[in-house]
T-cell receptor, first 114, second 114 residues
Framework: AQSVTQLGSHVSVSEGALVLLRCNYS??????LFWYVQYPNQGLQLLLK??????LVKGINGFEAEFKKSETSFHLTKPSAHMSDAAEYFC????????????FGKGTMLLVSP | EADIYQTPRYLVIGTGKKITLECSQT?????MYWYQQDPGMELHLIHY???????EKGDLSSESTVSRIRTEHFPLTLESARPSHTSQYLC?????????????FGPGTRLTVT
């Protein structure tokens, strides 16, 4: 069974500050990991994904995430927050077995203040 | 931008009514999914399909039903709506094959049952 834990339902940063959104997973098989972003009244948009190639993954809008197997983590970072980054962020895990589906975390709302 | 559409975007309906939420994609994806999303909670998979005439129930028990008669169309039906069905419903699709393929999401339908 797979599970995803996102620490902190809300994270507040100032514009220009570092963004760090935490994601820990559990999976009985090597995982594939995804970060999605959801803006108000919209669906989810893929930010980046880890598929067992490079452990440091770069995504859209300046975001990146590092896969750390020893820590079972896949934290999302951005060096400098922008007001437009305010949204909800979801971490998800997919197994590589057969007909896999995604398991999502509860999401983290990122608040950016001027 | 992904070509996956959901209608209606918002629906307010009375208890006992039959409703169908529409989902269509123009990407030729074999896999399609329905998720239920409540505030502060993870997305819960309620139905998925791996192709025409293939449907499976997801992790979260749901009183809804789905059908997949055409590749591009994956409607969700509630025979008798109840207030407990009030939620946001998200449709998604992905290519078949490897689990590394990301899911593309529609904008969602926000359902309110009074």
């Amino acid at each position: 069974a797979q599970s995803v834990t996102q620490l902190g339902s809300h994270v507040s940063v100032s514009e220009g500050a570092l963004v760090l959104l935490r994601c820990n997973y559990s999976s009985s098989v090597p995982p594939y990991l995804f970060w999605y972003v959801q803006y108000p009244n919209q669906g989810l948009q893929l930010l980046l994904k880890y598929t067992s190639a490079a452990t440091l993954v770069k995504g859209i809008n300046g975001f990146e995430a590092e896969f750390k197997k020893s820590e079972t983590s896949f934290h999302l970072t951005k060096p400098s927050a922008h007001m437009s980054d305010a949204a909800e962020y979801f971490c998800a895990v997919s197994s590589n077995s057969g007909y896999s589906t995604l398991t999502f975390g509860k999401g983290t709302m990122l608040l950016v203040s001027p | 931008e992904a070509d996956i559409y959901q209608t209606p975007r918002y629906l307010v309906i009375g208890t006992g009514k039959k409703i169908t939420l529409e989902c269509s994609q123009t990407m030729g994806h074999d896999k399609m999914y329905w998720y239920q999303q409540d505030p502060g909670m993870e997305l819960h998979l309620i139905h998925y399909s791996y192709g025409v005439n293939s449907t499976e129930k997801g992790d979260l028990s749901s009183e809804s039903t789905v059908s997949r008669i055409r590749t591009e169309h994956f409607p969700l039906t509630l025979e008798s709506a109840r207030p407990s069905h009030t939620s946001q419903y998200l449709c998604a699709s992905s290519e078949s094959g490897r689990a590394t393929y990301e899911q593309y999401f529609g904008p969602g339908t926000r359902l309110t049952v009074t």
